[in-house]
C-alpha cells in the first residue's frame, strides 16, 4: 500500500497543514483530535518519513511532507473534478466560494460580478466579506480576493484583472469659492480628503501624471477614511478636493455633480487583480469563478498598460 491509495489519509493531511494544527484540523473535518493524529501516523508510516515536526509552540512541515503535499492537493483536487463530471447534471458546478473585496468595490461592482456569475451557475453560493487586509482574509479560509493597489506576498496568486483609472475631483461650490490654480504642485494648498491604506499610495503623497510628465504633492488631508464611497460624499458636500476612481464617479462627472480639477492630469492607475491562496488546491468552481471574474471586469476595467 502507498500513500496515494488513500484519499481520507491525503485529504487530513491537507487539512492540517491548511488549519495549522491537528485541533484546528479536526474542528474544520468534524473529527476527533486523536482520529486524525491516527490518520496521520498511519500516512507518515506509508511515506516512512515524519511528515511534520511538532513542538509546544508551532508546527512545520518536513522537506517530505512539502513533496507530499504538492502531490496530495493535485490529486485531491483532480479527484473532485472527477466527482463533480460523475454527477447527474456534468455541467453543474456545486458548492461555497468565499470571496472577498474591499467594501466599497465589493457592495458595487463585485456584487454585480457574483450576481452574474451565480445566474450562469445556479448551484453554487457565494459568501462575500469585506477587507483592505487580504492576506488575513486568505489565512481565514477565503477562497479568493479581487483587490486593487499593490499585492507583494508569495502566500498568494494574483492574476491581473486591469487597471482602475483615478481623477482628482471636485464639487461645483467648492472650485466656484476657490480659485483652481494652473499647476499640479498648487494644489497642496487646497483641502485635501485622504484614503487610507499604504497600497493606495500612502495618505500624505499625491502623484500625478500627464503624458511623461509626473508631479508628486505632499498634502496633509483634514479627512482620512479606508472608504472611497464617504470620501466621494464628503467631496459632493464641498469638504475638499481628492483623488477617487472612476467607476465610482462616472455618472457623477457625466451629471456635473463633481468636475475633474486639472482634466489633463490624473493620479496613477491602481493595479486590479484577483488573489487566491498560493499553497492551497484550489477546487473547480474556484477556479471557473476566477477565469469569470477575469473576463467579467474587462467590461468594467481599462486592460492595464505594461508602464503601471
Known amino acids: 500500500m502507498t500513500p496515494f491509495d488513500d484519499l481520507g489519509l491525503l485529504r487530513a493531511f491537507v487539512a492540517i497543514v491548511e488549519s495549522g494544527s491537528i485541533s484546528a484540523a479536526a474542528r474544520k473535518l468534524r473529527l ?3 482520529t486524525l493524529s491516527r490518520q496521520l501516523r498511519a500516512l507518515e508510516d506509508l511515506c ?17 511532507g512539502h513533496q507530499l503535499l504538492a502531490d496530495a492537493e493535485a490529486l485531491l483536487s483532480l479527484a473532485e473534478e472527477s466527482e463533480q463530471r460523475l454527477r447527474s447534471d456534468q455541467t453543474a458546478l456545486n ?31 457565494m459568501e462575500l466579506g469585506y477587507s ?37 475631483v471636485a464639487s461645483p461650490a467648492l472650485l466656484k469659492d476657490h480659485k483652481i490654480p494652473g499647476k499640479p504642485e498648487d494644489l497642496a494648498a487646497l483641502p485635501w480628503i485622504g484614503l487610507s491604506g499604504s497600497q493606495f499610495g500612502g495618505v500624505g503623497e499625491i502623484t500625478l501624471h500627464s503624458g511623461a510628465a509626473e508631479q508628486v504633492l505632499r498634502v496633509e488631508p483634514l479627512f482620512v477614511t479606508e472608504g472611497v464611497t464617504s470620501i466621494r460624499e464628503s467631496v459632493r458636500m464641498g ?59 474587462t467590461t468594467v476595467l481599462k486592460p492595464r498598460h505594461a508602464d503601471g
Open 239 to 297: 469638504l475638499g478636493i481628492a483623488v477617487l476612481p472612476e467607476w465610482l464617479i462616472d455618472e457623477d462627472l457625466t451629471s456635473g455633480r463633481l468636475a475633474r480639477v486639472l482634466p489633463k492630469w490624473h493620479a496613477k492607475p491602481l493595479a486590479a487583480q484577483i488573489i487566491y491562496p498560493a499553497q492551497r488546491r484550489v477546487p473547480l468552481r474556484v477556479r471557473t469563478f476566477i477565469d469569470f471574474a477575469t473576463e467579467y471586469m
Open 132 to 168: 483592505n487586509r487580504p492576506v488575513r482574509m486568505i489565512e481565514e479560509g477565503s477562497d479568493a480576493g479581487i483587490f486593487a493597489g499593490a499585492m507583494n506576498d508569495d502566500r498568494v496568486v494574483a492574476r491581473p484583472l486591469g487597471e482602475i483609472r483615478r481623477y482628482v
Open 95 to 125: 458548492g461555497t466560494i468565499r470571496v472577498f473585496s474591499t467594501i466599497d468595490f465589493g457592495q458595487s461592482v463585485i456584487s454585480r460580478l457574483i450576481s452574474s456569475f451565480i445566474q450562469a451557475h445556479p448551484g453554487v453560493r
Open 48 to 64: 516512512g518519513a515524519s511528515l511534520l515536526r511538532r513542538d509546544t509552540h508551532r508546527m512545520s512541515v518536513t522537506d517530505v
Open 32 to 34: 476527533t483530535q486523536p
